[in-house]
């Protein structure tokens, strides 16, 4: 039988937390009278920490129901069967967080950071017919995440064996070899999730709307997918044909490609690769593939930094996750090319200019680029209509005289170019 703790909860005022928080603070930066944030079963719901550092603080059992956490470092932080429902955990920081049986039904954790977080089996509190927590002692039980938001989240490496999460909306979450063995995602929205190498053993998934994710080198022995939606996912099966039929190695091809390009088509041979699966191909980082034609080609998580794609044609290309830093794509045609969580930092993609009238703006019509990082890119004249850019960063981009017209755009604040 399990016996109920006597320890009565203390209430906090703002100004008492405040208090605390600024002797955590001390504590954590070595400063004289420093005292770390022992918080453990403190009712703290409703309050405002957004921003605050609690790094390594222990908030075991503390309710935190409806808290705003946002922006919180929380990295290390003890909320081992915390009751975090319904609160703002958006943009918070939570690495190597012990979230063991934590309760976050319904909160928000868009673009919250839970890189190796443990969100394992374990509770210490129990709810009655009116949703109270009460003291109880520590029993096993599941981490719980039904109806919250984990939009962008990275959740790579992290422990969610067991978790409940339900209707949860982990849209473009990043889950990298996280363990969710036996958890229940019953109609949960994972459309883009990145569950490369995570291993799946066991997971209810039925009804779970899984278009666009990412499963290559996932483990899904005993996963249990009736009724869900597989559309476009990417496995480890090849999508259209393999570098095989190539006819010689990819690197090769991309020299007979330079060649060309060099000699202005007198020697050398262009690269076709339209169609083709390249992911098992080398690094193409600061390769010139001016005019490369590729469309609906698989780049998916290829290194091509400082890549010159002039002119490129990769309409319908899967560019999902690649390194494209400081790339040159003037006028290349991107339609409808997937460029999910992409990093395009400080890439070039303005209008490419043959002359006084022949300019070729890049077109990235119909094009995904959710999450994907922008910043400092160069966007001039681009044709981004009813492109995709929610949760794109879009800090210092240059826009001039972009045609936006229908496309989705990022909602958080974004800082403009000088």
């Given at each position: 039988?399990?016996?109920?703790?006597?320890?009565?909860?203390?209430?906090?005022?703002?100004a008492?937390?405040?208090q605390?928080?600024?002797?955590?603070?001390?504590?954590?930066?070595?400063?004289?009278?420093?005292?770390r944030?022992?918080?453990?079963?403190?009712?703290?719901?409703?309050?405002?920490?957004a921003?605050?550092?609690?790094?390594?603080?222990?908030?075991?059992?503390?309710?935190?129901?409806?808290?705003?956490?946002s922006?919180?470092?929380?990295?290390?932080?003890?909320l081992?069967?915390?009751?975090l429902?319904?609160?703002?955990?958006?943009?918070?920081?939570?690495?190597?967080?012990?979230?063991?049986?934590?309760?976050?039904?319904?909160?928000?954790?868009?673009?919250?950071?839970?890189?190796k977080?443990?969100?394992?089996?374990?509770?210490?509190?129990t709810?009655?017919?009116?949703?109270?927590?009460?003291?109880?002692?520590?029993?096993?039980?599941?981490?719980?995440?039904?109806?919250?938001?984990?939009?962008?989240a990275?959740?790579?490496?992290?422990?969610?064996?067991?978790?409940?999460?339900?209707?949860?909306?982990?849209?473009?979450?990043?889950?990298?070899?996280?363990?969710?063995?036996?958890?229940?995602?019953?109609n949960?929205?994972?459309?883009g999730?990145?569950?490369e190498?995570?291993?799946?053993s066991?997971?209810?998934?039925?009804?779970?709307?899984?278009?666009?994710?990412?499963l290559?080198?996932?483990?899904?022995?005993?996963?249990?997918?009736?009724?869900?939606?597989?559309?476009?996912?990417?496995?480890?099966?090849?999508v259209?044909?393999t570098?095989?039929?190539?006819?010689?190695?990819?690197?090769?091809?991309?020299g007979l490609?330079?060649?060309?390009?060099?000699?202005?088509?007198?020697?050398?041979?262009?690269?076709?690769?339209?169609?083709?699966?390249?992911?098992?191909?080398?690094?193409?980082?600061?390769?010139?593939?001016?005019?490369?034609?590729?469309?609906?080609?698989?780049f998916?998580?290829?290194?091509?930094?400082?890549?010159?794609?002039?002119?490129?044609?990769?309409?319908?290309?899967?560019?999902?996750?690649?390194?494209?830093?400081?790339?040159?794509?003037?006028?290349?045609?991107l339609q409808?090319a997937?460029?999910?969580?992409?990093?395009?930092?400080?890439?070039?993609?303005?209008?490419?200019?043959?002359g006084?009238?022949?300019?070729f703006?890049?077109?990235?019509?119909?094009?995904?680029?959710?999450?994907?990082?922008?910043?400092?890119?160069?966007?001039?004249?681009?044709?981004?209509?009813f492109?995709?850019?929610?949760?794109?960063n879009?800090?210092?981009?240059?826009?001039?005289?972009?045609?936006?017209?229908?496309?989705?755009?990022?909602?958080?604040?974004?800082?403009?170019?000088?």
């Amino acid at each position: 039988m399990t016996a109920t703790v006597t320890k009565s909860r203390r209430r906090f005022s703002h100004a008492e937390l405040h208090q605390v928080v600024e002797l955590h603070h001390r504590f954590r930066t070595g400063r004289p009278g420093g005292v770390r944030a022992l918080l453990a079963f403190a009712d703290l719901s409703g309050l405002s920490m957004a921003g605050c550092n609690l790094a390594e603080a222990d908030l075991s059992g503390a309710t935190l129901r409806g808290a705003n956490l946002s922006e919180c470092n929380l990295d290390r932080t003890t909320l081992f069967g915390a009751d975090l429902r319904d609160a703002d955990l958006e943009d918070a920081t939570l690495i190597g967080a012990n979230l063991r049986g934590a309760s976050l039904r319904g909160a928000n954790l868009t673009r919250a950071n839970l890189f190796k977080a443990d969100l394992r089996n374990g509770t210490i509190a129990t709810a009655d017919m009116g949703g109270n927590l009460h003291m109880m002692a520590i029993k096993a039980g599941p981490a719980e995440l039904a109806e919250a938001r984990l939009i962008n989240a990275n959740l790579t490496d992290a422990d969610m064996s067991g978790v409940i999460a339900t209707h949860t909306d982990f849209t473009d979450a990043v889950l990298r070899g996280a363990k969710l063995t036996r958890a229940n995602l019953q109609n949960a929205r994972l459309a883009g999730v990145n569950f490369e190498g995570a291993d799946l053993s066991a997971v209810n998934m039925r009804g779970a709307d899984l278009e666009g994710a990412v499963l290559t080198g996932a483990k899904t022995d005993l996963a249990d997918f009736y009724g869900a939606t597989l559309k476009n996912i990417l496995t480890d099966k090849p999508v259209g044909k393999t570098l095989d039929a190539l006819g010689m190695p990819l690197d090769e091809l991309v020299g007979l490609h330079l060649q060309w390009v060099q000699t202005g088509g007198s020697k050398g041979k262009p690269a076709d690769l339209t169609e083709f699966d390249l992911r098992k191909g080398p690094s193409l980082m600061r390769a010139n593939l001016t005019a490369l034609k590729a469309e609906k080609a698989t780049f998916y998580g290829l290194d091509l930094e400082g890549a010159m794609l002039q002119g490129a044609k990769l309409a319908g290309a899967d560019l999902r996750t690649c390194r494209l830093s400081a790339a040159d794509l003037r006028g290349a045609q991107l339609q409808g090319a997937l460029l999910n969580h992409a990093d395009l930092r400080d890439a070039n993609l303005d209008p490419l200019v043959i002359g006084t009238e022949r300019v070729f703006p890049t077109n990235l019509e119909n094009a995904q680029l959710r999450c994907a990082d922008l910043r400092g890119a160069r966007l001039r004249q681009a044709i981004m209509r009813f492109a995709d850019l929610t949760e794109a960063n879009l800090s210092n981009v240059n826009l001039q005289d972009t045609a936006l017209d229908g496309a989705k755009m990022p909602v958080r604040p974004q800082r403009k170019a000088s």
